[in-house]
Nanobody, 112 residues
């Protein structure tokens, strides 16, 4: 059974930093792309960053230069480092394996 479990959310101040983690279980291979999304009541769920199995990454314009996505295949873990936090980064953050429509349960990040 495939599972994605996020952690690391909480309440933070503007300008601060945090790292979200997503542990992926149920796969025998690391040859897949992963992504982070975030959801707010006003904007719905939107992509934040994605990374392929060779660690090639892409980012939404709104987070370029502030967020960094990475993965540790040995630990089956996806990360999202969030720097220079803004109040508009407040959202529920989800990790996902889009190809199979697998999603984690989300972790709330509040910046205020």
């Amino acid at each position: 059974q495939v599972q994605l479990v996020e952690s690391g959310g909480g309440s933070f101040q503007p300008g601060g930093s945090l790292t979200l983690s997503c542990v992926v279980s149920g796969y025998t291979s690391n040859r897949y792309c992963l992504a982070w999304f975030r959801e707010t009541p006003g904007k719905g769920r939107v992509p934040v960053a994605g990374i392929d199995n060779e660690a090639s990454a892409n980012y939404a314009e709104s987070v370029k230069g502030r967020f960094s996505i990475s993965r540790d295949n040995a630990k089956n873990t996806l990360y999202l480092q969030l720097n220079s936090l803004k109040t508009e980064d407040t959202a529920m953050y989800y990790c996902a394996k889009i190809a199979n429509n697998y999603w984690g349960q989300g972790t709330q990040v509040t910046v205020s």
